[in-house]
């Protein structure tokens, strides 16, 4: 198992572990022939909460139930299965989620408003409740510290399972995190859940999360398409006690833009790990729609796939920001620190060291509009075959 503890500068724990006071467990209920489908977070004591959740207009039961249960601002546990999404179920998707809630409740003996659900898969098919429920009786005797055994039951097209850790002060945070398709969030991204035993509030959550994941799971995309189930929770303990906020602030955001990292590079067929950096922009909207529209272009994927040094597609994906501040004379940009635009016409760089330089990972393209002091950086990878095979029997398998 990966826990993606390389990404950074020694910050992460090696392994990954959950914040005291927080366990987790999985479970085969037999919605996979194999493997676990069902997962439970739990806290020892009610916790701080907020969360963010897809903005896509068919959000599936467990969103439409999440967006209520969070108002509260505390949870207990959070209880995810897999394989099927209970999008496109109507009034049954609902009860089938309320029924999950109170299934997770009653075995960590709790009420089912401190639990939150979610459901990732194939969307428009019933959820096997029953089986979920079944599954979840026994959970609570399996609960332990190791957080790659919960991100195992929450997989869908994932590799492996995604968790890291890191200190802050005598603290700890944990990102536990699925996804690898159907990724172009604008909220946060495909599910991801943040514990800690820091002591803060609700609100102070909320706003923390909101910050961080502008930066991080906001900026990322494996394919243009944003899941009608996407969920970022953060639950904070207290068992802890407090830390200074802009410490914590800093922690957030930067383990969260590793697991985006993490993310993006196991996307569905991918090789290898794209980041696209905007500097000089006028706005900060400019900045993050130019990274965006480098990161989901085809044509740039499919050039860092086959090392094609074709960066005239760079070009194509600045220019075709129509609403965006641009001069093409002051626009430049390289590729893993190889000039190839400068003022808006290509430069007289060697082709075999770029396209030796793009068998490589990550790919990392730098551009600079030269008409103001906004930035962002956006995460994807390349687009590959292999994506095509996942996507084209997904349904069926």
């Not at 004379?329 to 190839?340: K, R």
């Not at 808006?344 to 030269?370: A, C, K, N, Y």
């Amino acid at each position: 198992m990966q826990s993606g503890g390389s990404l950074g500068p020694e910050p992460f724990h090696e392994p990954a572990r959950m914040p005291r006071g927080f366990q987790c467990a999985a479970t085969n209920c037999g919605l996979k022939r194999e493997g676990p489908d069902l997962s439970l977070f739990v806290s020892d004591v009610d916790a701080a909460a907020a969360a963010l959740f897809t903005r896509n207009q068919f959000p599936g039961a467990p969103v439409i139930l999440g967006r209520e249960t969070i108002r509260g601002g505390t949870l207990r546990a959070i209880v995810v299965n897999s394989k099927v999404s209970n999008v496109a179920n109507g009034e049954t998707g609902i009860r089938n989620a309320r029924r999950m809630a109170e299934a997770a409740a009653a075995e960590i003996g709790t009420s089912a408003d401190r639990v939150l659900v979610s459901s990732t898969g194939v969307i428009g098919v019933s959820l096997p409740i029953d089986r979920i429920e079944t599954g979840i009786r026994g959970m609570a005797a399996l609960l332990q510290a190791d957080p790659l055994v919960g991100a195992s039951g929450i997989m869908t097209t994932d590799t492996h399972p995604k968790a890291i850790s890191m200190s802050v002060g005598d603290a700890t945070i944990t990102w536990i995190a699925k996804g690898a398709g159907m990724v172009e969030p604008n909220m946060a991204t495909m599910l991801v859940y943040i514990f800690t035993d820091v002591r803060l509030e609700a609100a102070t959550l909320d706003s923390m999360l909101r910050r961080a994941a502008h930066v991080s799971f906001n900026m990322l995309s494996v394919d243009t398409d944003t899941s009608t189930s996407d969920t970022c929770a953060i639950l904070a303990n207290g068992l802890a006690g407090t830390v200074d906020h802009a410490v914590f602030q800093e922690a957030l955001t930067f383990g969260s833009i590793a697991m985006t990292q993490i993310l993006a590079r196991d996307g569905e067929g991918a090789t290898k790990l794209l980041r696209i950096h905007v500097e000089q922009a006028a706005s900060d909207t400019d900045a993050r729609a130019i990274a965006k529209s480098i990161v989901n272009s085809p044509l740039i994927k499919t050039m860092a796939f086959g090392a094609d040094p074709n960066v005239g597609r760079i070009l194509m994906a600045i220019g075709k920001c129509f609403t965006a501040t641009i001069r093409p004379d002051f626009t430049s940009a390289s590729i893993n620190g190889i000039d190839v635009l400068r003022d808006g016409r290509r430069t007289d760089f060697d082709e075999t060291r770029l396209r030796t330089s793009l068998q490589g990972d990550p790919v990392d393209i730098h551009v600079s509009l030269g008409v103001g002091h906004a930035s962002a950086t956006a995460f994807g990878c390349d687009l590959t075959d292999g994506y095509i095979r996942e996507n084209a029997a997904y349904y069926s398998t």
